[in-house]
């Protein structure tokens, strides 16, 4: 099987030897050992199957969510995809919340009527994950124009918010990726377009369904920003979205990131994942970014080993603890299924 050429590629920009705070890198840390547990438990709980339906794990991405996300104002807005657990994690939903909605309860955020691909919180201007590829890249837009709409028409003087919309590497062949980049541009949206290129769109590698396979300049056909980033390098994720996120809230518009990532299940939880040769995974799993950043912190003396290892079973104990709550809480009544399809008075 021909491997990517680019699964080992240096990234454009980098950032892991720069200095960077102290808390801001354990708070980096903490967010990405809470997506990356969560989706463990989630493997856990699904092969004892509390969890029905296709699941779509990230473990490997972590470091996108994180170095995007956490760089957000409250009033800022994420549009996610099938694989849109952690996604919402980062955005501040309670962890409780999305197990009770994977377990299908009322407690869940979308009241245990959407289930893994389908989180939602309008409380954290989530606007939720999409079961069919590129479906949330015109949802972003929308979200995104009506910022500039407030401002505009409203004359609203609120700082400008920002939305940063998600989706994968095979999404990039589809339509709606290149019509809304074009009305992007054209509108001078305040939207980051955050491509998570892990690779592989289901079984097909990402170099056989493109004849463009570097994503970012796919940027320049509508005259937006393109960068490359490693996307297994929260810090340097990070540095990208701050001059994009600093962009898009000043008015100057959309910037495209693709993120060279990688998922290290299969596409879903039903996936066998022969297709990915031992090597390939191999040489990603070398790159973890969870461990990258452990040893960051490690190597420039920012805390203990033991405070890491504390940080560590806090995690761990708020992950069973969203277990123990979505299984302690009530399935919606049969009656009441039909409930929240429309607005109610």
């Known amino acids: 099987m021909c491997e990517n050429k680019r699964q080992i590629a240096l990234p454009v920009t980098s950032s892991i030897n ?19 547990y969560f989706e463990d438990m989630c493997a856990q709980m699904y092969y004892r199957g509390k969890m029905f339906g296709f699941v779509h794990l990230y473990n490997g991405q972590e470091a996108v969510s994180t170095g995007v996300i956490k760089l957000l104002e409250p009033q800022d807005y994420v549009c996610s995809t099938y694989r849109d657990h952690v996604h919402a994690l980062s955005k501040g939903v309670d962890p409780k919340n999305v ?53 505009q028409v ?29 009305m992007s541009v054209l509108w001078k949206l305040p939207i980051i377009f955050v491509v998570e290129n892990n690779q592989w769109a289901i079984g097909m590698a990402h170099h056989r369904s493109t004849s463009s396979p570097e994503i970012y300049k796919k940027a320049q056909a509508f005259g937006l920003p393109g960068v490359e980033v490693d996307g297994m390098d929260v810090l340097a994720i990070r540095n990208v979205a701050t001059e994009a996120i600093a962009r898009a809230r000043s008015g ?54 033991d405070n890491l290892k504390n940080l560590e079973l806090k995690v761990r104990k708020k992950i069973d603890d969203s277990v123990d709550f979505a299984l302690s809480s009530p399935e919606p009544q049969v009656d009441q299924l039909t409930r929240y399809l429309f607005v109610e008075d």
């Not at 009527?113 to 954290?124: E, L």
């Not at 994968?168 to 339509?175: E, K, Q, S």
């Open 99 to 151: 197990m009770a909605e994977l377990f299908g309860k009322e407690t869940g955020c979308s009241k245990g009527r959407g289930g893994s691909m389908h989180i939602f919180s309008a409380q954290h201007n989530f606007l939720g994950g999409f079961a069919f590829i590129g479906e949330g890249i015109p949802v972003a837009l929308g979200a995104s124009f009506q910022s500039i709409y407030k401002k």
């Open 154 to 182: 409203f004359g609203d003087k609120g700082l400008l918010s920002v939305t940063v919309c998600f989706f994968g590497d095979g999404t990039t062949n589809n339509g709606q990726f290149f019509e809304c980049l074009n």
């Open 252 to 305: 100057e518009g959309p910037t495209l990131i693709e993120a060279l990532t990688y998922r290290f299940r299969g596409h879903s939880l039903a996936d066998p994942d022969e297709l990915r040769s031992r090597q390939e995974k191999n040489a990603w799993l070398a790159r973890d970014p969870i461990k990258r950043l452990k040893g960051y912190i490690i190597d420039n003396q920012l805390t203990s080993s």
């Open 18 to 36: 720069n200095i960077i705070d102290r808390n801001i890198v354990l708070l980096l840390y903490e967010d990405m050992l809470l997506g990356r």
